[in-house]
């Protein structure tokens, strides 16, 4: 057993650090937290093949998250009884930063919330989907970037592509073939260009019930799996790419199809080459 390990209350940062190794070196092992925000769930990380939709930023996950193993003070949240309760939390929203800058606004500053403030309506500048949970928000500029956007790594390279984070680009978007808008993912050869908006579309497209259904906190998994399939670009980019050889065109197809799944990863809170193999498993062939 490892000093700490079990530690109630420890320092976000590096419990987040020190779970993630645990986890790796062990597999099975799994550590119990109390996370500060969240103090009546016992919040246990785990890995998880299934999509989920996070309770506290309420978009959807996959791969990595912080799931409630019984009841916190009280037992608010599991009818007193000390059960597990239906509550899933994104790493960046179970342990999130009070405070954060980015490079894409270089005068700001994003103060965590655990809702969108006022009553007008909020949109993430990154992906320009609702906010509707938890927020990074910038008071003085008015800006807000949901939390799984607002971790979006600057790059994401897995040895065969390497996709760079623009806050817009002139390049046309390989899904819906319009340039500007959203924050994009483009590749290093500037073939692939990938709208952050256009995936989260693609996401509530397919997972509609995830993202809207009444199963809270619910992971789809069994005889629900076919309706976790995520369209894949391929008619999309055979559409753009049909000057080009068939040969050229299936290339085409495969490297941006990979570089989707590693953008897709992300933008679920876990941009990491295992999630994004497990990823290509649910697109559509």
Known sequence: MFPGMFIRKPDKAAALKQLKSHVAMFGVWVAVVRVTPHPHHNLKFEYTEAPFKCDGCKEAGIGSRYKCSGSGVGGKYSGGGGGACNFDLHTHCAIPSPSITHPFYTKCSFQFLS??????????????????????????????????????????????????????????????????????????????????ACVKEMLVDSWHEIYYGGARGSSYTGSRKLETRIPSLKSTLHTHNHKKSKGKAEKCCEVAGLALQFVISAVLGDPTTLIAGLVGTLMSK
């Open 115 to 196: 809702r969108p403030p006022g009553p007008v309506a909020r949109y993430c500048n990154a992906c320009e989907k609702d906010v509707s949970g938890f927020v990074y928000h910038c008071k003085s500029c008015g800006f807000d970037l949901h939390p799984c956007c607002a971790k979006l790594p600057m790059v994401l390279d897995d040895g065969e592509i390497k996709l760079y984070l623009y806050k817009k680009v002139s390049a046309p978007c390989h899904r819906c073939g319009r340039k500007g808008r959203s924050w994009s993912y483009r590749s290093s050869c500037k073939k692939y260009n990938l709208h952050v």
